[in-house]
């Protein structure tokens, strides 16, 4: 009954595989073996880009930020949701990789970005000239961080919107694969043919060890992001372990098989939840992740049998009024069973 | 014939069992792992430091970095060899991290730091007073670029020298390891017990898949530290991986085991290029780095033997005059064999 | 009835005297001259501070900067105002001094931040550990953006709630007189004695050329800050020339002079609006800025009798509805007399 | 016989009346003031360069600093002299302003870069790809930091050598004027048409209150510099009082006649210090700085006659053996008199 984060779930047996294959001999540093090769012509094709410049890096945040550092220069803004895991949980690290440029917190239901605050936003900053920020980029998160997921037309609508005042859009796709699986859109659907300039293709939640891909479709920036990369600290020598994990996520669809069972385990444990008397959910739950309201007495039987999942926001607690309606999130990844989900709707219901 | 450096190695057989052992169940992230408890007692059992501050990064550019930046303000200066590796290899990610601080550079035989050129240095840093980059940290390497290996009484005459100025000491150690049993110091005596701050503990090199430890011996810097490596997007989520590593190193001291056997096949290396007819050692062989001289006719040979090295500096050519002397780097690593050597001197000598 | 900003104002004569004087032979430069001397005890005394740090700059942006990257380290959030000139007319300036800190906005009628807000703000800040930014500092404005201005009691509220989280108080004092002569409290009231840690006295507003003083009451960043002024090239080698406009300043209370005129001159204004069918004010006339609403008639008139004063905010225009109600920013300075107040009261009137 | 440096002069009195002038009514801030439409006009003018794009700045780091950021980004090396201003007198501004570039330092004569090590300190950076610091940007000092001035010759050879790898020439002019009359060369041949990309044309130091001009001859930068400006707090709200004393500083050749004088003035120093027994020149006197080498008894007579000027270095002192030599810089500004170099001369003759 994990449920605090996809990034608690271990690597997908196949991955692990790939790794020991990979383990064999020599290979060249820096990302010059020879299955970063294959990753990069795979990802081309899976997002029917073959200009893309392609890179692996280990973590998210660097993900993102290297991508915003090359899209948005220190004196711009980024325009982001309120709630957006750059603004929220990267500890400054846009601000660190950009050299200080801002973040623009745009507000909008279940983390998506409202399109009219956007377009308010975007039109209200910069117009003092040299005295005001300027413009810089646009970040969008899908799944967003309150489990929503953005359409292919409601992409397409804040890339109008970002376009028409010539800022690049990136997308933050931390649980890409959630989403891809969640719209039945293709991979070129849901970015370049949408609008999106670079996305960060996230692995490490659905099932890899840490890597994530990124994809600048428009490759004018592809040294730059070498470069930053390398500054920052994020170019592995022994990168061909990078590459291992990001093979055997794509290949014979590993990453949409993964995505779809942990989206169809937050469906199950929704669908539970709706049932029982009193709870709700706080946000349609339409990846893997279970944003729900329920009482303090359910919490506790959740928690005495060993439930661990997050009160969300954090400043909730175990003691108080049984009836008092706490807020949780459970994340749900490729390891939850169809066993964890009821044992855990059991030990609420009590 | 792999010599281009040890980071095209593979991992070691029991650190891929340790993974795979860490890859069972769920893990609470970013440090907070179990495994990562025992890596923080185990080093500091082993650098008899039971107050240190222990953190784990996935490359040695973020280590040395992260450090640093903790150690030197942005308007100060770095005391490091003109050869170092943050001067030289890692892209300017010193000015990165630390906000834009300077490096001073300080020569000496072999890439050793010559203590009389770092005195002269360092008085001549900041006369000016507010006028001038002020002095900030020393960073050493050990072993050097080239090979050579600080004995502990040249590490305690850096440390005078920088403790006469109220100056941090750090230590690069990508390659900590061939340094320690080169000298046959305990861990402690090559560091702390010498004057050394912090230090960066390689694994990377010395058949891990990507793990640095960064140990602060003073740990009012620890904090710091803490949100300097997250806003670097240098905390893994799924750090369980990085823990497993450095605890399968460390364990039944893998680490030394590694390191005496690349050494020692360095030393056979160095041994028979003494013995060809016109070759020479560029700088004494001490740790698992050979650096050589020798005709390009025997380059031609290794080369077509199928041999892997740099020649050192890179703008030399397989073309050209065939008695003219080129000079190249040879690394070994712990996957390096008795026959690998032969094999590469037999091509040598023709 | 230029109104546009009290920075459009000649310097005062008794300050262009004082540069004449000061241009009498030769002086030490970069602030060893001994005039600034002068300026130190002068301002020690006038705010009753003895041990504080005083330095001069050109700009109120370098100023306040300046000051705020002492207060709070790059990981960290600067708590101000939503329209707080650091959030809104320095270009990201704190973002760029600071090495990249947030600035976290809270909202307060007439741009003065509301303790609540505030409060609230704070304690939902770095409720993550190391994931989130920091809390940094906390930094007002007095007289606001919007012409309100702190009294003793506001800010001394605003410091307890900085204080209770062991967070620096900032205050951008770029019309620090106006703000003085408008409370009626001793400049150590107003600052130190309420809780505020350093503070920026402008000149350049109110009849300088291009002065600012910091003042730092507690005199710990004291180095850094003249480290960080050098670095970001304020330190000026004609000092002199800077001290003689700040010693002439506050000599013979010129500086509370001019900002009484000043102020004088927005309450005429704004009785005069107030007595116009239609006109509003939008924010109450606590200093030397006006902002008042008045239909576009209105405005065409002044506009057409030569007045300079902004619409506010930008987007507002000349050509349209002739009852449409617009909004402006009318600012006073010492140079401005109750004739230009009338000419532009007649011309609104019609 | 005040020789410490040029900055401790006064203002000339032809700008002081500018000032004066300058302070009649209202004027627009930030750049929009009539007299900067002057100062562009005749900056263009005298420069031969329509094109170029001009801004004023307080002090020479900034000028420096903000024009090198345009050229050099964070992860490149700017190339300069070991001696130059940016790299021993600005406390680390280069790297602050660009976001951590690194400064590389060349050797030469007098302070001037040599060719042949430039083109070798160029050849040899960034040959690792992605793991080194890129090449960035060239910057000569006109006149040097040890007083001599680089003939339109060697400005064209180091140009070449410049753009031979696409590089950016930046000139500091921080004393222009006195290059400018020593080459007898006109504004365009000592910059543009010599390949100098952008100079900072110093006035501070040559009879200004605090202003210098930057030129970027090719405007593709224009905008950028603005930005950054402004971020660096450096962008003037009573910004017609740099206008004012720049175009009186070039109104009618001021500039040339002051630089000219100071030079006249070096020039009859150096040569009374050749006629002194024992006294030579340390660099030949091209400008108005003077370097010499003369006994500690002179220099102990020099000093107790009033003269004020730097032992250079700075560890020298006047304590110790009357015959050992020392050395010592003087500089000569525009309000130099024979009578102070007579009575100085004298002084050392004893």
């Known amino acids: 009954m994990f449920f605090a984060s996809d990034n608690t779930s271990p690597v997908h047996p196949r991955v692990m595989e790939a790794l020991t294959r990979a383990n064999e001999g020599y290979a060249m540093p820096y990302g010059n073996d020879p299955i970063m090769e294959e990753v990069r012509a795979t990802i081309r094709d899976r997002f029917e880009a073959p200009e893309a410049a392609v890179y692996l890096l280990a973590t998210g945040t660097s993900a993102n930020c290297t991508a915003l550092a090359c899209l948005c220069p220190p004196w711009a803004t980024i325009f982001c949701h309120t709630n957006a895991h750059v603004e929220e949980d990267e500890c400054g690290a846009p601000e660190f990789y950009t050299g200080g440029s801002k973040l623009t917190l745009v507000g909008g239901e279940h983390a998506r970005i409202d399109p009219a605050k956007l377009a308010h936003a975007i039109s209200h900053t910069g117009r003092g000239g040299v005295h005001n920020v300027q413009r810089g980029a646009v970040s969008i998160t899908s799944p967003t961080e309150n489990g929503a997921v953005y359409s292919v037309a409601q992409i397409e609508e804040i890339a109008r919107i970002a376009k028409a005042h010539d800022l690049p859009l990136h997308m933050d796709g931390a649980r890409f694969a959630n989403a891809l699986v969640a719209t039945n859109a293709s991979p070129a659907e849901m970015t370049w043919k949408a609008g999106v300039d670079a996305v960060t293709l996230g692995g490490t939640k659905n099932g890899l060890m840490g890597v994530e891909a990124v994809i600048l479709f428009n490759p004018k920036h592809a040294w730059e992001f ?50 029982l008397s009193g709870a709700s959910l706080l946000h349609p739950t339409e990846a893997n992740s279970v944003f729900a309201s329920f009482t303090r007495a359910a919490h506790r039987r959740a928690h005495a049998a060993g439930a661990k999942y997050y009160l969300w926001p954090f400043d909730q607690s175990l003691d108080g009024d049984d009836e008092e309606m706490l807020s949780a999130r459970m994340v749900c990844s490729s390891c939850t069973t169809e066993a964890n989900v009821d044992e855990f709707l059991s030990a609420l219901r009590g």
């Open 226 to 275: 070498e470069l930053r990369r390398k500054r920052a600290g994020h170019l592995f020598s022994k990168h061909r372990y990078l590459s291992a994990q990001m093979q055997a996520y794509l290949q014979d669809d590993l990453w949409l098989e993964m995505a779809r069972t942990a989206n169809a385990r937050a469906a199950d444990l929704s669908a539970g939840i709706l049932s």
